[in-house]
C-alpha cells in the first residue's frame, strides 16, 4: 500500500447528501488535505433498487458548493478507475475476486431459496414489535463440489456468502475507539455477491479501498459492527488494512438519530433555508471534532491546517440548529457586500415590488439576520404600512405616549413637508433641531417618529435611514397615518 495519505468519498447516489455523509466527506478531505494527501471520489451504486435519478449530480454540486474538490473521481482518472462501481462490476472483477476466497475456503456459494431464508427469520429481542432478522445457518457451506457444480451449470440463481467461524474472536483496530474485539459467534456469514452479480456494499468497498490504495477508511461509527468482517476479508486476502477512523453519531436536540423528518438533516437542506455554505462546513467540521483552543469560526483553508482527527470524540455530538444560526449570522456579518447582495434579492423581492433602494435596504438588515429568509419580516413594511396598534408609541425608557407622541408628529410634519431633501443627515438635522429647540430627549421624538413610518416595535435601522429610503411623499403619508390613529384614539 501507498505510504501517500490516500482518503475516500464513497456516497450512494440515493438523494440529497445527509449531513453525516457530508460530514464523513469533510473529515476525509481534511485528512487527506492536512498531510498533502489525495482524496478520491467513488461513486457506490451497487445497490440498484436505490438509486435515484439525478442524485449523482448532486453528490458534484455538493462537493463542488462546499468546496470538497476532489483528486480522483470518475471525472478525474488519475489510474485507478473507474471509479463508479456499477463500472468496476461490469468488469467481472468482483466476482472473481470473490472466487479467490471460494478457492481459500473463506467462502461460499449459497443456493437457498427465499422460502428457506424466510424459515431462519426469528425476532430480535426487546426491539419494535414485527422486527426480525436473519442469521443463515451455513447449509450451503456443506455443499460437495459436484453439487455446487451441477447447480451453477443448472443456472439456479445464487450468492456468495463469506464464511466466518463461529469459534475465536477477531480483532481490528480504530484510531479513535482503540483495539475492539469481537466473538466470531457474533458474526454472520454475510453475502459479498448479490443475486444480480452486484457485489454488496461491504464487499466492493474491501476490494476497492485496496485496489485504490486507500490509506484511511473514515465513516460513521455505525459500521463499527460490520469492521471484524471487513478485517476477516482483509486478512483472508492477505491485504494490509487501512486505517479505520469511526466517527460519532450525530443526533437531534432530542438525543435520537438526526432523521429527514428534522427538517434540516441533509446540505440541500440547510441551503434552502438560507444558510450559507461556508458556514455549514465550518459547523460541521464541529460536531465530533474540536480545536485546542476556543475559536469556532474557521475557513476550510484553516480547517485543513489545524484537523488532527485524533481529536475526534467517541460521545454522540448534537446538531444544535440554534448555534448554527448564531455562526450563519457571523459569517453573513463579515460577508463582502457584493456577495450579499447576490444571495439576498431573492429573498428581498418577495416581499417587496416598489421602486426602493434594495440594497440600502439589505445594509440595514445584514448584521440583524441569523438566516436570509429572516430578511423578509425585517424589511417587509417598507412594501405597506401595517396597522398597527398606538400602544406602540407609548415607551417609558422614552418617556413617550400617546398625546407626547401626538404633539411630536404634528410638530415634525411641516418642517420635513417644508424640506425637498430626504436624505438621512438632513432628517437627522432637522429632528435634531426639533429636539433642542423643544429640550427633550432624543428618544422622545425620534420614537415616534420611527413608528409612524415603519408600524412596527422593532426595525432594521432607526427612523432617518427609513424615512430615506421610503422617501418624502411615502414618509410623510403614513406620518400622517399615524396622526390620524392618535388623534381617533384620544378624541
Known sequence: MSTKIRTRFA?????????????????????????????????????????????????????????????EGPDKDKG??????????????????????????????????????????????GSEEGKEITVYDKHCLGLSKEEVEANLAAGIPYVVRQNVPKEGTTTFHDEIYGDITVDNAELDDMILIKSDG??????????????????????????????????????????????????????????????????????EDLIEQGFISEAVVNYIALLGWSPEDNNEIFSLEELIKMFDYRHINKSPSVFDIVKLRWMNSEYIKAMDNERFYELAMPYIKEVITKDYDLKKILDLVKTRIEVLPDIKDHVDFFEELPDYDIAMYTHKKMKTDSAISLEVLKDLLPLLEATDDFSVDNIHSIAMQYVADKGIKNGTALWPLRTAVSGKQMTPGGAFEIAEILGKDESIRRIKIGIEKLEKALG
Open 198 to 267: 452486484f457485489p454488496t456494499y461491504n464487499f466492493a468497498n474491501v476490494v476497492d479501498d485496496h485496489l485504490m490504495e486507500i490509506s484511511h477508511v473514515v465513516r460513521g461509527n455505525e459500521y463499527i459492527s460490520s469492521s471484524p468482517k471487513y478485517q476477516r476479508l482483509y486478512d483472508a486476502f492477505g491485504w494490509e488494512s487501512p486505517k479505520y477512523v469511526h466517527l460519532p453519531l450525530i443526533t437531534d436536540e432530542n438525543h435520537k438519530k438526526l432523521s429527514k423528518r428534522s427538517g434540516h438533516s441533509s446540505y
Open 11 to 71: 456516497p450512494s447516489p440515493t438523494g440529497r447528501m445527509h449531513v453525516g455523509n457530508l460530514r464523513t466527506a469533510l473529515y476525509e478531505y481534511l485528512i487527506a488535505k492536512h498531510e498533502g494527501g489525495d482524496f478520491i471520489l467513488r461513486i457506490e451504486d451497487t445497490d440498484q433498487e436505490r438509486l435515484v435519478e439525478g442524485a449523482v449530480d448532486i453528490i458534484y454540486r455538493t462537493m463542488d458548493k462546499t468546496g470538497l474538490h476532489h483528486d
Open 80 to 125: 485507478f478507475g473507474p471509479y463508479v462501481q456499477s463500472e468496476r462490476q461490469a468488469t467481472g472483477m468482483y466476482l472473481d475476486y470473490a472466487k479467490k476466497l471460494i478457492d481459500k475456503g473463506e467462502a461460499y456459494y449459497c443456493f437457498c431459496t427465499k422460502e428457506r431464508l424466510d424459515s431462519l427469520k426469528t425476532a430480535v429481542e
